[in-house]
């Protein structure tokens, strides 16, 4: 068959909504795309661990210091989930992890700001995995198979961490006009940039269009970032919240939020390294990395010591 007919039959199948495996057949430019989407998902994953952690020890009590641990050890292995997603298509784990820490690679532009009160753990859980959880769900119906069961899993465990981000920001307004306004003014620093999350307009997207074809994405950034408007504002009213946009309004005829210009330079200019925490994170993470040298060569000495025991008490039976 000549490339031209597979890459037909190829089309075929993603038109029939069948799953394409790591041993099918796929055009290049399909595996440079699904590496380049899910490899940055997993850098997103490991880095947005960081923002958080900076509040494990500052948590206002032991129930919220728990869920705190349980979800950035969530994503942890959401990380983890992905990077073997990623390595289905041939890609060595550690080149990626090399390309994320010499900074070459891309991950989500909203870890590259600061958390600088308790209520922005409440302002992350609620608008940063309540928006990957509106990029998220429709992965799981991803044409590539193991992206698409990697989402399963990642999803079930975003809810909780969404709502556990709620429920610390309805306490904080719940609680003294010092905690509301500090809620307020996590939400006035979180709003835009979580808008930012999914990716430029539909107009600059550079990938969409061949995503969308091939299925890796099911919906356009606009469309998702229109959901997560509409979603999050009722959401905001129960907090008696107000949103930071002056021209967020209800369109009675589409039934959609309106809200005003993102600032697309501001978004450019974190993406290309130059946000406020951008040069902190990849320190961290390097640090991490070298710090965990160790434990790497401990878990390696052990299986190899493992699988010669193995093979030695093979040779005695
Ligand atoms: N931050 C950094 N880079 C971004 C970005 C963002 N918020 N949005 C887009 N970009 C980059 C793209 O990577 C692309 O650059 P590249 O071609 O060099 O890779 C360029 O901007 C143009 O954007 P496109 O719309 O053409 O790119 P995509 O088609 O890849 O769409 C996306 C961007 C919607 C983020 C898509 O990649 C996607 O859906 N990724 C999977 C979900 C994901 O990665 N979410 C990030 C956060 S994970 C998270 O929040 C975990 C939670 O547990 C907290």
């Not at 641990?69 to 990380?79: C, N, T, V, Y």
Request: aromatic share 10%.
């Amino acid at each position: 068959m000549t490339t031209i007919d597979l890459e037909e039959q190829f089309m075929k199948r993603v038109a029939a909504d069948e799953k394409v495996e790591p041993k099918d057949w796929m055009p290049e430019k399909y595996r440079k795309t699904l590496i380049r989407q899910i490899a940055q998902h997993a850098h997103s994953e490991v880095v947005g661990m960081l923002p958080e952690a900076n509040y494990i020890s500052r948590a206002p009590s032991l129930r919220r210091k728990a869920a705190l641990l349980a979800k950035i050890q969530d994503e942890g292995g959401h990380g983890l989930y992905l990077y073997c997603a990623a390595e289905t298509l041939g890609v060595e784990r550690d080149t990626l992890i090399e390309e994320l820490h010499s900074g070459k690679a891309k991950y989500s532009s909203i870890f590259n700001y600061p958390t600088l009160s308790w209520a922005d753990m409440g302002a992350i859980g609620w608008l940063v995995d309540g928006a990957a959880i509106l990029n998220q769900v429709p992965l799981c119906k991803c044409s590539y198979g193991p992206y698409a069961r990697a989402m399963v899993r990642v999803c079930k465990e975003e809810s909780f961490h969404q709502r556990q981000g709620y429920e610390i920001l309805l306490t904080l307004c719940n609680g003294s006009a010092d905690q509301k306004q500090m809620a307020q003014d996590s939400l006035n620093r979180w709003w835009w940039p979580s808008l930012m999350m999914f990716g430029p307009s539909d107009a600059d997207s550079t990938n969409s269009e061949y995503s969308m074809k091939t299925k890796i994405k099911r919906f356009s950034n606009d469309e998702l970032r229109q959901k997560f408007v509409d979603a999050t504002k009722p959401q905001a009213d129960i907090l008696g919240l107000t949103i930071p946009d002056p021209d967020l309004k209800f369109n009675e005829q589409t039934r959609h939020w309106e809200y005003g210009e993102i600032d697309w330079e501001e978004f450019h200019n974190v993406v290309q390294g130059n946000g406020v925490c951008n040069k902190i994170r990849l320190r961290e993470r390097n640090e991490a990395w070298d710090n965990g040298k160790w434990v790497r060569e401990a878990a390696t000495a052990y299986a190899e010591k493992r699988e010669q025991r193995k093979n030695e008490s093979k040779q005695v039976a």
